[in-house]
Each structure stands twice: as C-alpha cells, then as structure tokens.
C-alpha cells in the first residue's frame, strides 16, 4: 500500500524552495509569526535566481538528480551551521547557490528508451 505521506524528496525540496522565496518577499508583520525567521530577507533574495532555476531543475521528471544533489540542496536550505544562506552573508550564499544550481544544471536528460520494431516487441524474429 502505498503511503500518502510520503513524497518524492525532489518536489519536497523544490516546495521548500518555492515557499522561502515566496515569504522572504512578502514581509509579514511580527505578531503574526509563531517563530522568528532563521534566514534574512536580503540574502535570500540575493540567492532567488539560482534558487529558481534548482527548483526548475528538480521539479522536471525528465532530469536524472542524483540523491547526493538532492541531499545538497537540502543541506543549503537546512544546515543552520555550514549553509551560507542561513548564516547571513549575500555574497557568500549567492556564490554557493550559483555552485549548486550549475551542479543541478548538469544533471543529464533520462535516456529515451529504444523502441523496437512491432514483430521484435511481439517475440516474433525477423521483422
């Protein structure tokens, strides 16, 4: 059975970063957040661009990204202790984010699978 909680960790990653982008650019008033921000507003909008084409990238099921990638990208998202864009410098953190997405970018097209001929498909020889 399959369960329903689970989902594929490419799109969770590629949520995650569409709804950082999305509340770092829309400041919401302090009383209404339950917990402070762990990032600042600048230097993730200074890393939107690549942060954009990594979701891109993650979300297109014609793209071999390896699980160590995928585990990168969260590491960036997450790591509170080595991720630039936690740590609050611009510069630092859209360099990195730049490393990451060309990484992601590089991730090669699936292969397309061959097609046999219909009497070879179907067991018969010489079609």
Known sequence: MRNPFHT???KRQARSIDRL???ASRPTPLTLRRFPATYRRPVV???A??????AAVLRDDERL???DLVR????????????????????????????LAAAVACA????TP??????????????
Not at 81 to 99: D, K
Not at 114 to 120: E, F, G, I, N, V
Request: glycine share 10%.
């Open 8 to 10: 594929d960790p490419r």
């Open 21 to 23: 982008l999305v509340e």
């Open 45 to 47: 909008m200074a890393c």
């Open 49 to 54: 661009e690549p942060l954009t084409e990594i």
């Open 65 to 67: 990204v390896s699980a």
């Open 72 to 99: 990168r990208v969260s590491t960036f998202l997450t790591d509170g202790s080595t991720s630039p864009l936690l740590r609050g410098h611009a510069g630092r953190a859209r360099l990195a984010a730049c490393e």
């Open 108 to 111: 090669p097209p699936m292969p």
């Open 114 to 127: 061959l097609r046999l001929k219909p009497a070879l498909a179907a067991g018969r020889p010489g079609g």
